[in-house]
């Protein structure tokens, strides 16, 4: 018997080498290239290095608001978008890009839970300097990230907030970018940054989302205009998929808080949630949680400041945690090791670098290198003093915390220049916490 002959194979409607060249060349790509070639790289027709040659020529070349747009659109039909049609309340998110110490998530989402809005907070793992949300909520014991979507609607429907990992079908054009733009130094480029937030939030499906993009130099983008411009991109593509979106430019200067890492960071958070915490992540957990419940068009429940307060927001943490098997009563892990860094003068503290912390509290085993990589829960920095006090020579300045003592020296060297202190009366010299706001 003859063998059927094999169905012609597909032409491709374009070839990846012309769309390169065409950035390449500071041409607009057009809307059926940019489909195509997001779609092509998913389905593993476009190579990798052909890839990273586009990505870098987006970030030397740019890209419009129209091509952002587009390039966010495809990377999130490369998957499926949630839908929380089935939910009573307004649903409202917020989105960090991230900085050292940044554990306002965790107090936030339940805050704003107790307010009256649902938060669905699809989040992410710590890369390099910068901590992840779920990072820390896995050092409390039994918690659990991975929700299938029953568990995670059960989460919200019963506690008003889920806190989980993405699944897989979500934008996962943007999953392999952003693992090659990590390899490729293409990681810095607004058009890039822009969509791949964007295209997960919005397929996420809140209704209105708060982002919270962060300057200074523990930030993606130390420069406040860069980081004006990243979020005036990012309003525009939330509102033009009609997601009502605001951003607030804020510090990232100086370390958020008083501690770094994963566990220290959790025992922080259910310090605010206990009416207490340090004096920024208060005013930053509060003017967050009333500008996500303005966005929706939530009338509160509480005021946010008294739901810290009177108890509300920490009851639906409590709930949160053990809705995901976790124990919100159980001793949170602490580092096999400590050492204490001293201030090496007396005087006013004018500077406190919060990439410096942020690297010191990585090299400690709070961060990974590699995605996949696991991280110390116990690991980090408690801080005891920050810019606007004075402090005795002698005094503790930091406590490092590691289960691996080999790891101190390294992170001692990256402390080496973060804190300059002066007993002249010169000025703090730091961001105001927010910069400024965005709307759509
Ligand atoms: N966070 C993301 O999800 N994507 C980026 O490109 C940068 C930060």
Not at 206 to 235: C, H, W, Y
Not at 346 to 368: C, P, Q
Not at 375 to 397: D, M
């Amino acid at each position: 018997m003859g063998v059927w002959p094999k169905p012609p194979v597909m032409s491709e409607q374009f070839a990846a080498v012309e769309i390169i060249a065409a950035k390449r060349d500071k041409y607009e790509l057009t809307d059926p290239q940019i489909d195509w070639v997001i779609d092509a790289y998913t389905r593993g027709v476009v190579a990798d290095e052909q890839m990273s040659a586009l990505l870098m020529a987006i970030l030397l070349n740019g890209m419009n608001m129209r091509e952002i747009s587009r390039w966010t659109d495809a990377m999130i039909n490369s998957g499926k978008r949630m839908d929380w049609s089935m939910l009573t309340r307004p649903t409202v998110d917020k989105h960090s890009t991230g900085g050292v110490g940044d554990k306002i998530t965790l107090p936030l989402a339940p805050l704003v839970a107790a307010c009256g809005g649902a938060v669905p907070q699809l989040s992410g793992r710590g890369l390099g300097h910068t901590g992840g949300t779920l990072d820390k909520l896995e050092s409390i014991p039994g918690w659990r990230a991975s929700l299938t979507n029953e568990e995670m609607l059960h989460v919200i429907q019963s506690c008003g907030a889920v806190i989980c990992a993405a699944g897989p079908g979500l934008a996962p054009a943007d999953k392999k970018l952003y693992a090659l733009r990590d390899v490729t130094s293409t990681v810095e480029a607004i058009p890039l940054i822009a969509s791949s937030i964007m295209s997960k939030k919005i397929a996420e499906g809140t209704g209105a989302l708060i982002l919270d993009v962060k300057t200074g130099n523990g930030a993606f983008m130390s420069d406040p205009a860069k980081a004006r411009e990243l979020a005036q991109v990012m309003v525009q593509l939330g509102t033009r998929a009609g997601v009502t979106t605001r951003a607030l430019v804020t510090a990232m200067d100086v370390p958020l808080g008083l501690t770094a890492g994963n566990a220290l960071e959790v025992r922080e958070s259910v310090e605010v949630l206990a009416g207490g915490g340090p004096a920024d992540v208060v005013e930053l957990t509060i003017t967050l949680a009333r500008e996500m419940l303005d966005a929706a068009g939530i009338k509160p429940l509480h005021d946010p400041a008294d739901a810290l307060k009177n108890g509300a927001a920490m009851d639906t943490w409590r709930a949160m945690i053990e809705a995901q098997g976790g124990d919100p009563d159980a001793s949170l892990p602490i580092a096999k090791e400590q050492h204490i860094i001293t201030a090496s003068a007396s005087g006013e503290i004018i500077e406190m670098n919060a990439l410096d912390v942020g690297i010191s509290a990585w090299r400690l085993g709070a961060g990974r290198e590699r995605l996949g990589e696991s991280v110390q829960a116990g690991a980090g920095i408690e801080i005891h003093a920050k810019p606007g006090q004075t402090i005795t020579a002698g005094k503790p300045l930091f406590t490092l915390h590691t289960d691996e003592p080999e790891r101190f020296e390294r992170a001692i060297e990256a402390l080496a220049n973060c804190v300059r202190i002066s007993s002249t009366g010169e000025k703090v010299e730091r961001l105001p916490l927010i910069l400024e706001k965005i709307t759509g």
